[in-house]
């Protein structure tokens, strides 16, 4: 047995819990396919870096391998553009772009998604490839269409998947338009993040089927869906526990912004503490509340910012104990987070998985506890 087909054993079995593979034929797919086909080089994050700085790490490095087959999702693009090869010497500072998710959480969304042998499966974002080879192993190169974004991060995917011994239909477009060809899909699953489920998935994906897709925005928070078309353009479900993020689709991404100057507004009392938003469940019903903003700061300094309206809302801790919050603007975020948090709270504080989704002709609405239940309507 060569190196590489140990240390993929070796990553297979490691794998417990939640996370183990223990589909016979998802199984076979981790064991034939080699990640190193689909990670030349990489990004690791510097230790300590503030912002963040990435140093590359390339074949001919010491460990390259043994990391290769770490279960780390390695960065393999900042900024929509640098790629590790770019770097000559020393790190650079960037926001990820491209990423080879880590292994149990590819196998394990595919477990999710219940994809079975003759199903038809359409993938938004194909990324480094590697997702896209597994599927292809499993479900066969005829079933599988794959979507990328990017054309450079497509063509390195799609001499990778070739090199593997793969051939599944590649296409390079805008995966939130669905399959341009069109076409009938038993399963869709998305390996980025969308602020809301594009109608063009909910046309493509039969009745029965099934979309797997992690749901995000601008305030950190994301919630990972398993949602049952019901009908031509609907649908239910639930989201699925754990702890699922991936970098959002670049059509969905905040819009350039200016430096954000904080400025004077109406002060009073916050209901509630500030830091239960910098949680992960916290952040995602912040998130449902206020869609359009982006959420920055930290503990009991939170800021809200409306990309929008201009809308703003500040915390800070009282001297005389508990929080203030300043907001300013046509929208009172903090009034529409406080309210969420305190409906969540009531439920339970349950964790993404107490959540679900209905999609309509009304809108796309995600709810906690029961479809009656309080809910908020995702920013179409």
């Given amino acids: 047995m060569t190196t590489s087909a140990q240390l993929r054993a070796a990553l297979v079995d490691g794998l417990t819990g939640g996370d183990a593979v223990d589909d016979p034929a998802w199984r076979a797919a981790a064991?034939?396919?080699?990640?190193?086909?689909?990670?030349?080089?990489?990004?690791?994050?510097?230790?300590?870096?503030?912002?963040?700085?990435?140093?590359?790490?390339?074949?001919?490095?010491?460990?390259?391998?043994?990391?290769?087959?770490?279960?780390?999702?390695?960065?393999?693009?900042?900024d929509g553009r640098t790629r590790p090869e770019d770097v000559a010497e020393g790190a650079v500072i960037g926001t990820p772009s491209s990423s080879s998710t880590l292994p149990s959480l590819v196998l394990r969304m595919w477990h999710q998604l219940g994809a079975e042998t003759g199903h038809r499966v359409l993938?938004?974002?194909?990324?480094?490839?590697?997702?896209?080879?597994?599927?292809?192993?499993?479900?066969?190169?005829?079933?599988l269409t794959s979507i990328e974004y990017?054309?450079?991060?497509?063509?390195?995917?799609?001499?990778?998947?070739?090199?593997?011994?793969?051939?599944?239909?590649?296409?390079?477009?805008?995966g939130l338009l669905g399959d341009p060809d069109g076409g009938e899909y038993d399963r869709l699953i998305a390996t980025c993040a969308v602020r809301y489920l594009p109608?063009?998935?909910?046309?493509?994906?039969?009745?029965?089927?099934?979309?797997?897709?992690?749901?995000?925005?601008?305030g950190l928070g994301f919630g990972l869906v398993r949602l049952v078309v019901t009908a031509p353009g609907e649908g239910t479900g639930l989201f699925m526990p754990g702890y699922t993020s991936f970098m959002i689709a670049r059509p969905h991404?905040?819009?350039?912004?200016?430096?954000?100057?904080?400025?004077?507004?109406?002060?009073?009392?916050?209901?509630?503490?500030?830091?239960?938003?910098?949680?992960?469940?916290g952040s995602w019903v912040a998130q449902l509340a206020a869609p359009s903003a982006e959420r920055m700061g930290a503990g009991g300094h939170q800021i809200l910012s409306d990309v929008a309206t201009g809308s703003q809302a500040?915390?800070?801790?009282?001297?005389?104990?508990?929080?203030?919050?300043?907001?300013?603007?046509?929208?009172?975020?903090?009034?529409?987070?406080?309210?969420?948090?305190?409906?969540?709270?009531?439920?339970g504080e349950p964790h993404q998985e107490?959540?679900?989704?209905?999609?309509?002709?009304?809108?796309q609405r995600v709810w906690v506890g029961s479809a009656d239940g309080p809910g908020w309507n995702l920013p179409i």
């Fill in 314 to 347: 500040r915390t800070m801790p009282d001297p005389d104990g508990g929080w203030a919050v300043v907001q300013r603007g046509p929208l009172r975020l903090w009034d529409q987070v406080e309210n969420a948090v305190e409906a969540w709270q009531r439920a």
């Fill in 354 to 363: 107490g959540f679900g989704m209905t999609v309509s002709a009304a809108g």
């Fill in 31 to 78: 064991l034939a396919v080699p990640r190193e086909l689909f990670v030349g080089s990489f990004f690791a994050a510097v230790p300590g870096s503030n912002p963040t700085a990435y140093r590359p790490v390339h074949r001919t490095d010491p460990g390259w391998l043994e990391q290769v087959y770490s279960n780390e999702t390695l960065v393999t693009q900042l």
């Fill in 150 to 174: 990017d054309p450079a991060v497509g063509a390195t995917a799609a001499a990778a998947i070739k090199a593997a011994g793969f051939a599944p239909r590649l296409v390079i477009g805008d």
């Fill in 123 to 143: 993938e938004i974002g194909t990324g480094t490839g590697y997702s896209t080879a597994l599927g292809a192993h499993r479900l066969g190169d005829a079933n």
């Fill in 253 to 281: 991404d905040r819009p350039p912004r200016q430096s954000l100057s904080l400025l004077p507004g109406d002060e009073r009392p916050s209901r509630i503490d500030p830091e239960v938003i910098g949680t992960w469940t």
């Fill in 199 to 218: 109608p063009r998935w909910l046309h493509q994906v039969k009745p029965g089927g099934v979309i797997l897709a992690t749901l995000s925005g601008w």
